[in-house]
Structure formats: structure tokens, C-alpha cells
């Protein structure tokens, strides 16, 4: 695969295509200035990020709206240019609900389509318009519902998911990898009993070979293995740096070595919900 900033997209067998790395949009909405959102999506568009993902959970899914139309309007970008993926939240999993919740993100973002729309987590919650739904006492609403076969895939160095790569190569299937460089560590809902991924030596050692960051390492293994990243970033340089991955590759004894940093570890463990009769985070994969 010859990928290159400026053309790097997976062609999908439906005819369309999915550009290999994407930016996340995912940031905890307390802790999140109002309009970083929108200045990040801007600027990563005029990087040459050709992929956005986000959600109207994240509740800044109008800002990568406004920052997505303000580029076509500039003439940056058309929007035929840009990918976008919107997320079907866990109390909109019954069929009649889903058409609507999609065109609520439509409305928030202004667009008259997304280009990819996922289910966002495997378990369902009460249905309704409450995000996180509890009764009096405190305990989760949960839901029943049969969607493991259609959730996206956590993948970095320290779960490589060699497995799940293989069965979906054979059966033309490609990969979005959420969490690329490990996640924001929210101890909510990610595992943070192991080292961050990016202060691993291998990755680190392997940056300096070749003046990048083991963030940018991270993110090349994926991308050599055919795996479209999503990384989060609403820091200027760190979103140009994670777009500088086109520029050098890693060598077949080297993608070995990552991949045997393999610890079978799932940082996104959820274990908040890990009560829900369809917790689905202890099968293999
Ligand atoms: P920030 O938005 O301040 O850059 P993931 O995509 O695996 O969920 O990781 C997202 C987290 O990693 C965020 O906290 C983000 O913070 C941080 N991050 C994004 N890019 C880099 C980078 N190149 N180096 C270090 N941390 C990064």
C-alpha cells in the first residue's frame, strides 16, 4: 500500500473509500473549551486530514459541523473531499429509533449526510432521550439488544487484535482503530493499570531511528497494517504531528517487534457497565 497525505484512502468494496486516519473529536465536554472543537476540525482539515470522526454524544458535534461547512464555504475543501462518521448512542439501538437519531445528527452537524454511521458501544441502555440512564436508587437502565457482531475494534501496539485482523482481511472488511495512541486515560472507563502506551522504550527508541514520536510510531504500525486511525488531538502541533505519518515507514523486522508488544490488554475496558447481561468485553476476539 503507497499511501501519501495527499492520497491515502482504503478503497471499500461497496465503491466508496475511507481515508487511513481520521481525527478524533472525542473530549470529556467539562474539562473541554467551548469552541476547541471547531478551531482543532479547521485546522486539521487545512493539515490535510480528509477524515472526521465524532458523535452527537460528544455534544460538540455542531462545532465539527460549523468548522466542516466554513471549509467548504472557503473553498478549502468540497464536501465530497471529506469523510465524515457519526455514532449511534446506546438508547437508540431499537430499530424505529435509529433513522431519527441519525437525523438529529444531521441537523446539529447541518450536513445533508454522513459518510459512515456506526453503533457506538455494544450495550444497550434504556431507550429515551436521557444519555445515561439510572432509576431512583442510582443503578443503570440497561437494555437488551444483539449487536456485538457490528461494533468497531480498539487496536494499538499493546492489543494488536491479530485475530480479528486476519478474519477481516480474509473477508474484505477494514479496521477502524479507536484509542490509536492509547487513550486520554479517563479512569471512568479506561484500564490505567498498565504504563501509558506512549512511554513504551520499543516505540519510543524506534521515534528516535527516526526523528518521530512514539505517537507517530504508533500510529505508522496501524496504518501499515491497513488499519485506519482515528487519533484524538485538540493540541495544533499535536494534531500536524499525528498527520505526519506518510513520510516513513517502519521495516518488516520492526512492525515484529511492535507487534510482540502484544499484551492482550484493552484499554477501553468499560468496566463502569461491566454488569450489563451483554458485557461483551470478556470473549475473545
Ligand atoms: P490532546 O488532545 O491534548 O492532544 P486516543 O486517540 O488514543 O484516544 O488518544 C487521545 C489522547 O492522546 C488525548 O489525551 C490527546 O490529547 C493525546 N494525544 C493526541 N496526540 C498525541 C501525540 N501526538 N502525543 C501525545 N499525546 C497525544
Redesign the pocket.
Known sequence: MDLTAANHRIPLSDGNSIPIIGL?T??EPKLTSKGSCKT?VKMAIDVGYQHIDGAYIYRNEDEVGEAIREKIAEGRVKREDIFYCGKLWATHFEPERVRPYLEKTLKTLQLDYVDLYIIEMPMAFKPGDEFYPKDKYGNWLYHNSNLCATWEVEC?PYFTQRKLLEFCQQHDIVIVA????????NPLWVNVSFPP??NDELLNSLGEKYNK????VALRFNIQRGIV???????P???K??FQVFDFSLTEEEMKSIEALNKDVRLVDLLLWSDHPEYPFYDEY
Open positions: 478524533g472525542y473530549s482543532s494499538h479507536y484509542s490509536p495512541l492509547g487513550t486520554a486515560r502506551l506512549l514520536t512514539a505517537a507517530q486511525v482515528i487519533p484524538k488531538s485538540f493540541n502541533k499535536r494534531i504531528e499525528n
